[in-house]
């Protein structure tokens, strides 16, 4: 209906494509496919590629600091592989900070990862 909120429901979505043999070529129904991806990505066993490098980094030796940045613009810096984890199913990151606070972000919302530079001696 007009004026209310779009509430995407994934079996829904489903169904309408097995009655009509596809997803078809308007752009609501790529919209509509790719809500449908991101819906059941994670539950599938989906990591999202800014994960996959976070985990490298995370693993790499010698370990090099950098920041993650969140779809808000958030700066999240991880000094130590200690600071930061990845959920087993690679769908959330986990930053802590050396005031014993935390974050969690999902791995939909890293929108970038930037190293830091070395400093000059």
Not at 25 to 37: D, L
Not at 86 to 114: C, K, T, Y
């Amino acid at each position: 209906m007009l004026g209310e909120p779009f509430q995407f429901e994934p079996r829904r979505f489903l169904e309408t494509k097995a009655m009509f043999g596809g997803y078809g070529g308007t752009k609501e129904s790529k919209v509509c496919r790719v809500r449908c991806e991101i819906a059941f990505g994670a539950r599938r066993g989906y990591t999202w590629p800014m994960i996959t490098d976070i985990r490298k980094l995370l693993e790499a030796r010698p370990f090099a600091p950098f920041a993650v940045v969140s779809s808000s613009g958030q700066h999240y810096r991880v000094s130590s592989p200690d600071h930061a984890n990845v959920n087993p199913q690679g769908s959330r990151l986990l930053v802590w900070f050396d005031d014993d606070s935390e974050v969690i972000v999902s791995g939909l919302h890293i929108a970038a990862i930037e190293m830091e530079r070395p400093q000059a001696a």
